[in-house]
């Protein structure tokens, strides 16, 4: 049954990240957006699941964190980008994108994690 929650919420995600692509374009915009988006919603599914009994929360993470934004989000998108830019002779342009993706996914996490988690508490 574990396998189909990831399933499911997968395929909901590489939806979601589809329409990131058709709305922002394919390319650093919208893994940009993709990653930072995703990284500050687990921040709040991770916040939210600390209120939630054991078994409603693994379904939960099952189905929302690994299989919707784990679909949802690009890290190999990520890496294809950055290492472009770097073999395109934009090293200043690589290394800001590489920057700025891993501080706003890891910022937004840790912000919505602790803003839910204060609001819960």
């Not at 500050?40 to 054991?54: I, Q, S």
């Not at 934009?90 to 609001?119: H, K, P, S």
């Amino acid at each position: 049954m574990n396998v189909l929650y990831v399933a499911l919420g997968g395929a909901i995600g590489a939806s979601l990240r589809y329409g990131a692509g058709l709305v922002f374009g394919s390319g650093a915009q919208a893994t940009l957006f993709v990653n930072v988006a995703g990284s500050l919603a687990l921040g709040v599914l991770m916040g939210w699941l600390t209120t939630r009994t054991v078994e409603s929360a693994n379904i939960l993470m099952l189905f929302l964190g690994v299989g919707l934004l784990g679909a949802f989000t690009t890290f190999s998108a990520f890496s294809r980008e950055t290492v472009h830019f770097f073999m395109q002779g934009e090293v200043l342009r690589g290394a800001v994108y590489a920057g700025v993706n891993m501080v706003g996914a890891l910022a937004a996490f840790a912000i919505a994690l602790l803003a839910t988690q204060r609001v819960l508490s």
